[in-house]
Each structure stands twice: as C-alpha cells, then as structure tokens.
C-alpha cells in the first residue's frame, strides 16, 4: 500500500519559515493537499491541489509537490501556528493521510 | 455557511455495531461527496471511504470492507457510516468531511466512539 512519510516534529521561531515535507513514491504525479489539527480540534483544509489556498487561509502558508516530496511552508510562523500538519494524496483508488509532523512555535 | 454536524458520541461493546450521522447545510448537498475519517487516541488520521452524495457510489478503505457501510440520505441532507463488528481498536474520534474535489474543505465537529467491554 502507498505510503507517506513525515517528520514527527519540526521547531521554529516566531517569524521564521517552517518547512514540512511529506515523501511519497512518485508523489509529485499525484495532488497533495494539507491539513492542520489543533488539539481538540477538527482538520482544517490549508493547501489543494499542491499549492492552492482555501478562502480564509492566511497567503503565509504556501506548498509545492514535485518528484517524492511534497513540502508545506509556512513563512512568518506565528504562534497560532502551532498545530499537527498531515498530507494526503490520492493512489489505486484509495485516500492515504501522511504520518503527521507536530510543529512547534518557540 | 457550510457546517457538517455529526451524532453525539457513543459506547458501545466489543462485536456491536455504531451508526455516526453527519447532516449537512449551507451548501447543495448532492453536488459533492462525503469521505469519513478516523483518529484512534494520539494517534494519526485514517481515511475510511468515500460515499457521493449524488448517486451512492462508494469506495472503502481495504482495511474496512466488509465492516463499513456508508449511505446517505437526500431527503434530509444526512450521510451515515455504520461500523459493524466493533474491537477496541476501533475507539476512536471519527469524522466527516465535504469532499471537494479530493479536497476536504469542511469537516464535522468529531464523534467519539469508544469500544469497551
């Protein structure tokens, strides 16, 4: 089964650009999206179709998909930032969530 | 606006059955689709299948055939998945979500469902 792979945890200052990566097999063939989770807190849509925003989504969260990896900038981190980031993607007919990065404002 | 509102949360015992429902408003309901997802305890999400709105098609997970049934009903503008055959490896918080375009731009508020002797 198609598989992606985060990192557990990235850190980053206030003010500072936050990079997640999300890998997967050929991802860049695919769309990735990008979803916050706060805790207790329901998904929050961020980026579509590799680097769209949803009206609503501060133009400081930005994202790129291209050959294995998918990456989600979040630029000027604030500290509502801080949040639970997951991609997702679409392969054989099946949604796959990548395994979550917990990003950390300090 | 858009809100999904799902069915309060549930206990239920090991090999029961749960129904979650998920009423829609704001928005056409038959012209998008409504995927469920779930998240066990600190853990991560799980996308569990796709249902459209439109005409009942549907696509589940593999790890869940034969387990999962979603449906929806029009009339109302409620979709439903029901999880048979419950272990407690299935307690989890689960979700809806408005599926545009393999894009899941809103989502319910969460339904806990726990699985316990």
């Known amino acids: 089964s198609y598989e992606l792979t985060q990192p557990p945890s990235v850190s980053v200052s206030p003010g500072q650009t936050a990079s997640i990566t999300c890998s997967g097999d050929?991802?860049?063939?695919?769309?990735a999206c990008w979803y916050q989770q706060k805790p207790g807190q329901s998904p929050v849509l961020v980026i579509y179709?590799?680097?769209k925003r949803p009206s609503g989504i501060p133009e400081r969260f930005s994202g790129s998909n291209s050959g294995n990896t998918a990456t989600l900038t979040i630029s000027g981190t604030q500290a509502m930032d801080e949040a639970d980031y997951y991609c997702?993607?679409?392969?054989?007919?099946?949604?796959?969530f990548g395994t979550g990065t917990k990003v950390t404002v300090l | 606006q858009v809100q999904l509102v799902q069915s309060g949360a549930e206990v239920k015992k090991p090999g029961a059955s749960v129904k979650v429902s998920c009423k829609a408003s704001?928005?056409?309901?038959?012209?998008?689709?409504i995927s469920w997802v779930r998240q066990a305890p600190g853990q991560g999400l799980e996308w569990m299948g796709w249902?459209?709105?439109?005409?009942?098609?549907?696509n589940y997970a593999q790890k869940l055939q034969g387990r999962v049934t979603m449906t929806t009903d029009t009339s109302t503008s409620t979709a439903y998945m029901e999880l048979r055959s419950l272990r407690s490896d299935d307690t989890a918080v689960y979700y809806c979500?408005?599926?545009?375009?393999?894009?899941?731009?809103?989502w319910g508020q969460g339904t806990l469902v726990t699985v316990s002797s």
């Open positions: 979500a408005r599926d545009s375009g393999g894009a899941w731009d809103n």
């Open positions: 704001g928005y056409t309901f038959t012209s998008y689709g």
């Open positions: 249902i459209s709105a439109y005409n009942g098609n549907t």
């Open positions: 050929k991802l860049g063939d695919k769309y």
């Open positions: 179709q590799d680097s």
């Open positions: 997702q993607a679409w392969d054989s007919s099946s949604f796959v």
